[in-house]
Each structure stands twice: as structure tokens, then as C-alpha cells.
Nanobody
Framework: QVQLVESGGGLVQPGGSLTLSCATS?????????MAWYRQVPGKQRELVAG???????KYVDDVEGRFTISRDSAKKTVTLQMNSLKPEDTAVYFC??????????????WGQGTQVTVSA
């Protein structure tokens, strides 16, 4: 019943910005769940990009600190990843994930289908 749908990916030039959105459904207590964004490139493990707790505490992987911002809208049950100053190494498929109290500890079992972000001139 839980569904996560990512959107907002695309092709952007280095230094540009993109906003990824994750629309959720079927999460009864969305306000109680941590949420996270992960990314994955071929041949590499899926890695945490950003996480946010139910009360808005955030954590970012070092590479995106200061450039990306994760936020959540409890009324709309959505999670957003604002990505600024994008670099080619940010190129990956980005996934939304439903986490626990501390969503950066480990991923939850629900994932979206992913949205492709390509940073290239």
C-alpha cells in the first residue's frame, strides 16, 4: 500500500539547481517517520544523501553538505530535496525512502522508483 514516487530529475549543467520531490501515499503516520534521499550510480552501493527526522532534524553526506537541502511537508506528505551548485559527481539515480526515527541509520523497506539526475555540460 505504501507508494513513493520521485520526480524532478533531469539534465542540468554544472553549477545549476534541481528540486526533487517525493510524493507518498499509504503511510498512515507520515508525521512520525523519518524520510531520506539516497542515490546510486552503476557499480556503487546506494548511499544516503540526506535524511530528515519527524521533527525536522537533518543530516547530509559530506559531499552535499551546504549544497543540498532536505525538507518535508507533513500536510502534503511529501519530501523535497533542493539541490544547488550541482556537480558532475552528483549524477545518479535518486531514491526516496521511508525511514525510522533516525533515517540515516539504515534505510527503511519502502523505496520509490528513482529519478535520474544528470549533471553535465
Amino acid at each position: 500500500q505504501v507508494q513513493l514516487v520521485e520526480s524532478g530529475g533531469g539534465l542540468v549543467q554544472p553549477g545549476g539547481s534541481l528540486t526533487l520531490s517525493c510524493a507518498t501515499s499509504g503511510i498512515i503516520h507520515f508525521i512520525h517517520n523519518g524520510m531520506a534521499w539516497y542515490r546510486q550510480v552503476p557499480g556503487k552501493q546506494r548511499e544516503l544523501v540526506a535524511g530528515i527526522t519527524s521533527n525536522g532534524i537533518t543530516k547530509y553526506v559530506d559531499d552535499v553538505e551546504g549544497r543540498f537541502t532536505i525538507s518535508r511537508d507533513s500536510a502534503k506528505k511529501t519530501v523535497t530535496l533542493q539541490m544547488n551548485s550541482l556537480k558532475p559527481e552528483d549524477t545518479a539515480v535518486y531514491f526516496c525512502n521511508v525511514g525510522g526515527v533516525w533515517p540515516w541509520r539504515s534505510p527503511g523497506r519502502y523505496w520509490g522508483q528513482g529519478t535520474q539526475v544528470t549533471v553535465s555540460a
